[in-house]
């Protein structure tokens, strides 16, 4: 494969450095010549031209604007998305080397004409008029732009969301969101399609994948599915749009969960209190006792264990003497 056409700058100062026995040792903010990649057949076809091959490049993320990661086929008629899987400390051994990027991408085809349509909804925004592709498709930041309209599915498909009109032999085109929305609509009913064709949980109550219930999940309902759809679509359209294809799909609005009900405050009653246990234990008395018993020296200790038969208390020789009888 080759390597992207807009390869990072390499930061200033860094140098490549040189390890023990003479072996190349890459900075550790360098970018690696290599990845290791899952990606469908065509990704890997024999390019039609001698210097053609699978191209990594950036585009803008048709939801948010900023770079994204994609790669067209050697043709360049089909566009994929690139996605990372990343874990810290992860290392690939590749041959005899180790390769300190560990990330896994994966490579899953996808519409070109989501990219297309962000150019056509920010010509809109700022011309409001019909304008030749090639006018509205381009972008100084990211030059690769103008290969998505090399895609084969993308002329065959603009007309689900542009107005189109032709002067001469010459075409000019403009954003329409009324054909927009009924086509993203269709994009729902497809995925909802492979929802309930796949067994994907969608609603409230969602289940491992390793867990199988004896019971049969009922409480699924159609606007679940619609809504799962929407937010899978919404990832590849603008947020604006994503709000006005809500209402197209007439979606319910989310009601907050319901918050846990408050701690019930304990009821004092006036009726008695059947013990369960001997709460004897802690009178007063006892408490006495325990409490003098545990101030106790190790001298009146050793004077409770001496035998007292026929001992007088102290208290014996200041009370009064019974009076003698008669």
């Known amino acids: 494969m080759r390597r992207p056409r807009r390869a990072a700058p390499r930061a200033r100062g860094s140098r490549t450095m040189l390890g023990s026995g003479g072996r190349q040792r890459r900075p550790a903010d360098s970018h690696p010549d290599q990845w290791v990649l899952v990606a469908p057949e065509p990704v890997t076809d024999l390019p039609m031209k001698p210097d053609g091959g699978p191209l990594f490049t950036r585009l803008r993320n048709p939801s948010t604007g900023e770079a994204s ?3 067209f086929n050697s043709s360049a008629q089909q566009l994929f998305e690139v996605k990372a899987f990343h874990e810290e400390y992860r290392s690939w051994f590749i041959g005899q080397a180790v390769q300190h990027d560990g990330r896994l991408l994966f490579a899953t085809p996808m519409d070109p004409l989501f990219l297309v349509l962000f150019y056509l ?22 030059s690769s732009c103008t290969m998505l309209l090399q895609c084969a599915r993308v002329m065959d498909s603009l007309h689900h969301v542009i107005e189109e009109k032709e002067i001469g032999n010459k075409k000019f085109y403009k954003y329409s969101q009324e054909k927009t929305l009924k086509w993203l609509n269709k994009k729902v009913n497809q995925t909802v399609k492979v929802l309930k064709s796949s067994n994907v949980c969608v609603g409230g109550r969602v ?16 606007d679940d599915y619609v809504r799962y ?20 799909l007439q979606l319910p609005e989310l009601t907050s969960p319901e918050a846990d009900p408050p701690l019930k405050k304990r009821k ?17 008395s006892d408490l006495k006792n325990k409490k003098t018993t545990s101030k106790m020296s190790a001298a009146q200790k050793a004077l409770a264990k001496v035998d007292k038969t026929g001992m007088k208390t102290m208290s014996a020789f200041f009370s009064a003497k019974p009076k003698a009888t008669k």
């Open 69 to 71: 990661l994609y790669l």
């Open 121 to 142: 909804i920010k010509a809109e925004k700022e011309q409001g008029k019909f304008q030749p592709l090639d006018q509205i498709v381009v972008d100084s930041e990211f």
């Open 207 to 222: 289940q491992s994948a390793t867990f199988i219930s004896g019971k049969q999940i009922t409480d699924v309902k159609e």
């Open 229 to 248: 759809a929407h937010g899978l679509i919404s990832e590849y359209i603008p947020e604006d749009l994503s709000a006005e294809l809500s209402k197209f």
């Open 268 to 284: 004092f009653s006036d009726a008695p209190v059947d013990a369960e246990e001997d709460y004897t234990k802690f009178n007063s």
